[in-house]
């Protein structure tokens, strides 16, 4: 009796598994263990763990507020189409790097753009050629890895 119930068991469990495998369900967030796929991004053989920024509100909130950032992470926002998208540093706790990418190449860089502790006279950083993603690092890594205008830039899991 009891190998039947445990053969049952198996069989609902895997009917399950199946059943969301087939309908797109993404396993992690029906199973705590079940592995994620993390989204990177690689330049200049560093590869960066993705913190994504694709709602308005997330976009609107980026990094603002937090009190730093992992040297292998990023914050990548991303846009629909390339653009002329504006940054600030409203509520930031650390300087930053910002590199606005299209095409798979780096367009234009914002090197150590510097926190505004009173919040007032914010500078609005625009780039000069139109982006679709804009990925913000630590101060310091686009001199470290030797990120420049130009660079070739490759996504995964995005």
Known sequence: MKKILLAYAVLLISIALLALVKYNVNLSSVI?????NTATVAINNHNFDLILAKSDKEKQKGLS????????KGML???????????????MLFPIDIIYINDNKVVDLIKN????????????????????????????????????????VEFNNL
Do not use: Q
């Open 32 to 36: 705590p263990f079940a592995k994620k």
């Open 65 to 72: 507020g937090t009190k730093s950032l992992e040297k292998n």
């Open 77 to 91: 926002f991303v846009f629909e189409k390339a653009d002329n998208y504006s940054f600030w540093m409203k509520d």
């Open 113 to 152: 753009a510097p926190i505004v502790k009173d919040g007032k006279n914010l500078i609005i950083y625009k780039p000069s050629e139109k982006a679709k993603y804009i990925l913000e690092i630590n101060a310091g890594l686009l001199e470290e890895y030797g990120i420049k205008k130009g660079t070739k």
